[in-house]
Nanobody, 121 residues
Framework: QVQLVESGGGLVQPGGSLRLSCAAS????????MGWYRQAPGKQRELVAT???????KYVDSVKGRFTISRDNAKNMVYLQMNSLKPEDTAVYYC???????????????WGQGTQVTVSS
């Protein structure tokens, strides 16, 4: 089985910073894309940032210049450094990985359980 476990969420004041981490574990053969999505109350889940193994990163416009995604491929980990946080960043943040378990099988989408980020004074 594959597990994606997030950590690093919490309560922070506007203008503050948080760093989210996500560790993928299990019998993983290869990870193509790792990234972060978020879902605010009453809204659809949206992509925040993704980082393919061999391509360029992608950010939603609302976080460009404030958030930075990075990966440690040796540890199957992805991080999201969030600076200059705003109340509208409040959401549950989900780690995502598009990965391969076995040769001959297709890549699949896997999700973490989510971590709450609340930006409030």
């Amino acid at each position: 089985q594959v597990q994606l476990v997030e950590s690093g969420g919490g309560l922070v004041q506007p203008g503050g910073s948080l760093r989210l981490s996500c560790a993928a574990s299990g019998s993983i053969l290869s990870i193509n894309v790792m990234g972060w999505y978020r879902q605010a109350p009453g809204k659809q889940r949206e992509l925040v940032a993704t980082m393919p193994s061999g391509g360029s990163t992608k950010y939603v416009d609302s976080v460009k210049g404030r958030f930075t995604i990075s990966r440690d491929n040796a540890k199957n980990m992805v991080y999201l450094q969030m600076n200059s946080l705003k109340p509208e960043d409040t959401a549950v943040y989900y780690c995502h990985a598009y990965l391969l378990l076995r040769f001959g099988e297709p890549y699949g989408d896997y999700w973490g359980q989510g971590t709450q980020v609340t930006v409030s004074s």
